[in-house]
């Protein structure tokens, strides 16, 4: 019961990076590479993209 749990919060947390990928003001390809990451690799991906990923439209003025 407990990975349940915690795949449903890996992917709400997947989701919500996806999403600020794609508001961000990295270039197309870009994002389509950090999707592609956070996509294969959901876990390790999401870390990277915490780390070192593109920032949200509001953090790039």
Known sequence: MEYGILGL???ALDIYAIYSIMTSGASGGAKILW???????????LI??????????????
């Open 35 to 45: 999707t592609l990451l956070v996509l294969l690799l959901p876990v390790i991906g």
């Open 9 to 11: 919060i890996i992917l």
């Open 48 to 61: 990277i993209w915490f780390l070192a990923g593109p920032k949200g439209a509001s953090a790039s003025v």
